[in-house]
């Protein structure tokens, strides 16, 4: 196919998606996605963008932060892990005061919005972070996650989507505001955060540089977390048996905490554990990410090239491989694959490592997969754990998914509201 005069391969097979990760030298995603997500969403400036796409074996910024980044999120390694304790700890502290006094009502897209977005800020810039400096800016980081198709899709971005533009501008000072304030900057981010912006340093990039960077940074943290972890706790809300069978396989993991007689006792959930151990959870989890994954990657040739030894894409084209195709289809996934089992994953059914691609794959592959996954499962079991929850006459099933916001996850049409009470004799979770 073409696009207006560029010619675009559409590769849905698995077997050809696992040839072309194999190619990222001559298949490679960065022009399309710096120029797209670094030039149109997040609004960098010309000579920023120059210098990101300035290509190079090794020194350039491009590839120094992407190694960075990834090398820094690989599971165990300690800036993984300070930010995932600082996270899940407020998390925690948050889910521990609620429904104290009785049930209460939540709007659960809403409510974890608020959440994640509150509880990463503080894990990657610390207390005195823009959110907290200025609580309006979560009303502004959710209006311009609103406006990502018209920000990135748009001729005139300030005219198609004026209202998240100006929501990006706020967003973007507050964090050049946050950045000029040494004592703030550098005496309170996380690790990940300070390796990262030395990076960008020795680059000779500037604190515009460092706000826009890390805002993205920041929204590629949460952004997908949210309806993921919506959609996971939706449908084990929605199926009272699956609900059941989770809960016994997380009263086998809850371990209680040294107590020094001293307040509430505490109880400990390990993500370990649950990966280890709760594979009915697990499974439901894979399947909210495969149920709901819509990411496409877009990749340009750099020089003519056969995959499979009978497909030649041209130099100058573009590869686009979207998620949604893979995940629906039959032949990989089997007759059901419309459907929505959460114990497909259980099944010792063979499925092509390729043919699961929310999280990309090859030069795609997302570098906070192993935070994004371990947080939904630890905040999923401690909610579950946590709270008696129901559905409202309110909004009594599971709402549709939209297909038309162009992000990485299928959001839901409208919002959830769900009735929380606490479980009889529980404690506080840490």
Not at 11 to 25: A, T, Y
Not at 72 to 88: C, D, Q, S, Y
Not at 92 to 102: C, F
Not at 115 to 129: E, K, V
Request: glycine share 6%; hydrophobic share 40%.
């Amino acid at each position: 196919m073409f696009l207006a005069t560029q010619k675009v391969y559409v590769v849905n097979s698995p077997g050809l998606i696992s040839q072309i990760n194999r190619r990222q030298k001559v298949i490679d995603s960065n022009p399309p996605f710096l120029a797209v997500v670094f030039g149109k969403l997040f609004g960098f400036r010309s000579d920023d963008l120059a210098e990101l796409m300035r290509p190079s074996e090794n020194g350039s910024l491009r590839r120094d932060s992407k190694v960075l980044e990834h090398s820094l999120l690989e599971r165990g390694m300690a800036p993984l892990n300070e930010i995932f304790t600082k996270v899940m700890s407020e998390v925690a502290d948050r889910l521990g005061t609620m429904a104290r006094e009785g049930p209460v009502n939540i709007s659960l897209q809403a409510w974890l919005q608020e959440i994640f977005t509150l509880c990463t800020a503080h894990g990657l810039f610390g207390p005195r972070n823009p959110f907290t400096r200025d609580p309006d800016l979560l009303d502004d980081f959710w209006k311009f996650e609103s406006g990502v198709k018209g920000l990135t899709m748009g001729v005139f971005p300030s005219l198609t989507a004026a209202g998240p533009a100006k929501a990006r501008q706020r967003l973007v000072q507050a964090f050049m505001e946050f950045f000029e304030d040494d004592s703030a900057a550098n005496g309170e981010t996380c690790g990940f955060v300070r390796q990262l912006g030395d990076v960008a340093l020795g680059h000779n990039r500037d604190v515009e540089y460092l706000a826009r960077y890390f805002f993205a940074v920041f929204t590629a943290f949460i952004m997908n977390t949210v309806p993921v972890t919506f959609w996971t706790l939706g449908h084990i809300t929605a199926n009272r048996e699956l609900l059941t069978r989770i809960r016994v396989e997380l009263s086998e993991i809850v371990e209680p905490m040294a107590w020094a007689g001293v307040g509430e006792p505490r109880l400990s959930l390990n993500v370990a554990a649950i990966r280890e151990r709760c594979p009915l959870l697990v499974s439901t989890f894979n399947e909210v990410l495969r149920y709901v994954g819509a990411s496409t990657s877009t990749l340009v040739v750099h020089e003519d090239i056969y995959i499979d030894d009978q497909y030649l894409l041209t130099k100058g084209a573009l590869v686009q491989i979207t998620a949604t195709a893979v995940h629906s289809d039959p032949d990989v996934w089997g007759p059901d694959a419309a459907d929505f089992d959460p114990e497909r994953f259980l099944k010792h059914s063979k499925v092509h490592p390729s043919a699961f691609r929310t999280f990309g794959g090859g030069s795609t592959l997302c570098p906070g997969r192993h935070l994004a996954s371990d947080e939904i499962l630890l905040f999923t079991a401690i909610f579950l754990h946590t709270f008696d929850v129901e559905f409202t006459a309110d909004t009594p099933r599971l709402p549709r998914r939209d297909g038309t916001n162009m992000l990485s996850i299928t959001k839901p049409k409208e919002d959830l509201v769900l009735r929380l009470s606490r479980c009889w004799g529980m404690e506080k979770p840490s």
